[in-house]
T-cell receptor, first 118, second 116 residues
Framework: GAVVSQHPSWVICKSGTSVKIECRSL??????MFWYRQFPKQSLMLMAT?????????EQGVEKDKFLINHASLTLSTLTVTSAHPEDSSFYIC??????????????FGDGTRLSIL | AQSVTQLDSHVSVSEGTPVLLRCNYS??????LFWYVQHPNKGLQLLLK??????LVKGINGFEAEFKKSETSFHLTKPSAHMSDAAEYFC??????????????FGQGTTLQVKP
C-alpha cells in the first residue's frame, strides 16, 4: 500500500536553531501534502496544506515565516521550523493525499517527528 | 460546517471484553467518515472508512463501525479487546462540497486502555 516516509523521527536541538523535517511519498505522486502539529494528549491540528509547485496554504494562527513549507517535487515536502524555541517543541506529522482515488480518499500519514527544543 | 465529537476522552476495558468508542458528526452533506488509530509516537493508521456504501463497515484488526444517519453517529466497535488495541483513536470526517480541499477534520481522540 501507499507509504509516506517522514524524517527525522526524533530531533533535539538548541534554542535558536532551525530544523528541517522531510515528508516523502514513496509509491505515489502527491500534489497535496498536509502538515499537522500534535500536543501531548491532544488531537492533530492542521498547520498548513502544501501544494506542489505553489505556495503553501496556512491555517489561521500559524506563522508562515516561522514554519516554512516547501513542496518542490511531487514526492517531497519539507517543513522548516525557523529559529526554534522551547514552545515549538511538539510532535509534527505529515500526510499525503493519494490522487489516484476519489477526492474523499483518506490521507496517508507519516510516522511523525518528535521535536524537542532545549 | 462539519464537526466531529468523540464522546469519551478515555475508555478502559478488560482484555477479551467488547470495545465501544463513540463518535457523533455534523455535516451538511453526506459525509465520508473514518476511524484512525495512533500508537505512541507514531503516525496514524486507517482502521476503516465509510463513503456512502454499506452502513456497516468492517475494518482491520476486527474493528467495525456503523453509520447511522438518523443518529448522526459512527461508533467504533470490536467484539473482544486485545492488549495490542491500547492506543489513541480518532474519528475523522473529510472535506465536503465543491470546495473540497482534501482536509480532514479530527475528533478530540479517545484513549483506549486495555487491562489484563
Amino acid at each position: 500500500g501507499a507509504v509516506v516516509s517522514q524524517h527525522p523521527s526524533w530531533v533535539i536541538c538548541k534554542s535558536g536553531t532551525s530544523v528541517k523535517i522531510e515528508c516523502r511519498s514513496l509509491d505515489f505522486q502527491a500534489t497535496t501534502m498536509f502538515w499537522y502539529r500534535q500536543f501531548p494528549k491532544q488531537s492533530l491540528m492542521l498547520m498548513a496544506t502544501s501544494n506542489e509547485g505553489s505556495k503553501a496554504t496556512y491555517e489561521q494562527g500559524v506563522e508562515k515565516d516561522k514554519f516554512l513549507i516547501n513542496h518542490a517535487s511531487l514526492t517531497l515536502s519539507t517543513l522548516t521550523v525557523t529559529s526554534a524555541h522551547p514552545e515549538d517543541s511538539s510532535f509534527y506529522i505529515c500526510s499525503a493525499r493519494d490522487p489516484t482515488g476519489f477526492s474523499n480518499q483518506p490521507q496517508h500519514f507519516g510516522d511523525g517527528t518528535r521535536l524537542s527544543i532545549l | 460546517a462539519q464537526s466531529v465529537t468523540q464522546l469519551d476522552s478515555h475508555v478502559s476495558v478488560s482484555e477479551g471484553t467488547p470495545v465501544l468508542l463513540r463518535c457523533n458528526y455534523s455535516s451538511s452533506y453526506s459525509p465520508s467518515l473514518f476511524w484512525y488509530v495512533q500508537h505512541p509516537n507514531k503516525g496514524l493508521q486507517l482502521l476503516l472508512k465509510y463513503t456512502s456504501a454499506a452502513t456497516l463497515v468492517k475494518g482491520i484488526n476486527g474493528f467495525e463501525a456503523e453509520f447511522k444517519k438518523s443518529e448522526t453517529s459512527f461508533h467504533l466497535t470490536k467484539p473482544s479487546a486485545h492488549m495490542s488495541d491500547a492506543a489513541e483513536y480518532f474519528c475523522v470526517v473529510s472535506g465536503e462540497g465543491s470546495s473540497n480541499t482534501g482536509k480532514l477534520i479530527f475528533g478530540q481522540g479517545t484513549t483506549l486502555q486495555v487491562k489484563p
